[in-house]
């Protein structure tokens, strides 16, 4: 009498000898282009011969899709949803690449302007003729004669050293110089107290920010004395147009 | 990926119960029926957008059997590979012990229980071979009219005759 192990056994030595004979099983493409009648008549038969060697796959074939609705037990399928959504990669939410990448253009909009405005500066300067420093001695205004013209600077320089002679005016404890500015009352420059020296002068460095409008400044040394100071002498300097 | 907004979450709550029950129907074990299905509304989810506004049952049922069929091509249908083990591992005791080694005469029937089966078998028209191969692997009638393309009359007439064909040569009683 034949037992059930015997069927599973000689089944088990049946399959392999197919599968030994017909070789790898149909690839998922082919069977279902089988399913749907796709093959030509030669490729049929030799998937439907695939298909006996793999039974297991035949069945999977054959077997039916259902098409009821009976719905999964209560909150399981809220359950499944929520693991679905957590396998998928995330996103990015559009409005926030959006505001994202208006931010970044944002950004760098003011970073080339920036960067263009100080390049732009710094060809301007470049382009510009440039003096390390313009030293000159100052004569105080009537003294000059001729057509009593001002001294002119040169407006490229980057500081100017103004030697300022103390001619006469002695008997001062202390003195102090001022620039102003083309008709401004009130000094752009000041040097504070200055103790008269050996060589009766005084060499002032006056940085070009002070003098950068074109224009007569006057350079003007007062006396202190008391607690008072008193205006002595004032030196005019032409700054041209650059 | 989106799932939000587009009408996919619906398709997803109105078919995963069915996708999962035909899983489920293929035999296939709770736990990976829901990891095939998901795998199903996941590759659904990839081509979404192509199909928008129509029906997404036809794609999806191709899609759940073309991941049916992957997953049998990996797992059932390559050979098994014998689990090895070493000698200094725990899980080498025979517990409980082996049953009693069958005798020679045991062992001399059996082989030849089989071979006379196997060789019954081999002998039938290879169109009975292939029915009855596939009846034995628990396919339906339908199942097999449609996998050999013959009429259901034919797989019925067929499987009669295979039966009856071994009975004689296995000397068994109708």
């Not at chain 1, 990015?92 to 003011?110: D, N, Q």
């Not at chain 1, 407006?155 to 300022?164: A, I």
């Not at chain 1, 005084?202 to 350079?219: D, E, H, N, W």
């Not at chain 2, 759940?64 to 590979?81: D, E, G, I, M, P």
């Amino acid at each position: 009498m034949i037992r059930k192990d015997d069927w599973e056994a000689v089944l088990a030595r049946l399959s392999a000898e197919e599968r030994e004979e017909v070789g790898l099983p149909p690839t998922t493409e082919e069977m279902l282009a089988f399913d749907e009648g796709n093959l030509s008549p030669e490729e049929t038969e030799r998937v439907r011969r695939l298909m006996v060697a793999y039974p297991e796959l035949a069945g999977a074939l054959a077997h039916p899709v259902p098409e009821d609705d009976a719905p999964l037990p209560a909150g399981e399928l809220d359950r499944r949803w929520m693991e679905f959504q957590r396998t998928l990669p995330r996103r990015r939410e559009p409005g926030r690449v959006l505001v994202f990448w208006k931010a970044s253009a944002a950004l760098a909009a003011a970073l080339a302007i920036a960067f263009g405005g100080l390049l732009w500066e710094a060809r301007r300067d470049l382009a510009r003729p440039h003096v390390i420093g313009d030293e000159r001695l100052l004569e105080p205004d009537g003294q000059r004669g001729g057509a009593e013209t001002a001294l002119t600077l040169t407006p490229y320089s980057d500081w100017y050293l103004l030697t300022v002679p103390i001619i006469g005016v002695g008997g001062y404890e202390d003195y102090r110089l001022d620039v102003h500015a083309p008709g401004q009352q009130n000094a752009v420059w000041g040097s504070g107290v200055l103790s008269r020296r050996s060589n009766d002068a005084f060499s002032i460095v006056v940085p070009r920010r002070f003098l950068a409008a074109p224009g007569t400044y006057q350079v003007v040394l007062y006396g202190v004395r008391g607690g008072g100071e008193e205006r002595l002498a004032t030196y005019s300097v032409r700054v041209p147009r650059a | 990926m989106s799932t939000g907004g587009d009408g996919f979450e619906e398709t997803y709550r109105k078919y995963y119960a069915r996708v999962w029950r035909y899983y489920r129907s293929c035999r296939i074990s709770d736990d990976e029926s829901h990891d095939l299905a998901q795998d199903t509304f996941k590759r659904l989810l990839e081509h979404w957008s192509s199909i928008r506004g129509a029906d997404p049952w036809p794609f999806l049922k191709q899609i759940a059997k073309s991941v049916l069929l992957n997953y049998l091509r990996a797992t059932r249908t390559q050979k098994r590979a014998a689990t090895t083990i070493t000698l200094d591992d725990p899980e080498l005791v025979i517990d409980p012990p082996a049953p009693p080694e069958p005798t020679y005469e045991d062992r001399e029937d059996e082989q030849r229980r089989r071979e006379l089966l196997h060789r019954a078998f081999r002998e039938l028209p290879k169109g009975q071979q292939a029915c009855l191969r596939l009846r034995l692997n628990d396919l339906s009638y339908e199942e097999i009219q449609k996998t050999l393309g013959i009429t259901l009359d034919a797989v019925k007439s067929r499987l009669r005759d295979a039966k009856r064909q071994l009975r004689e040569r296995l000397g068994e009683k109708p």
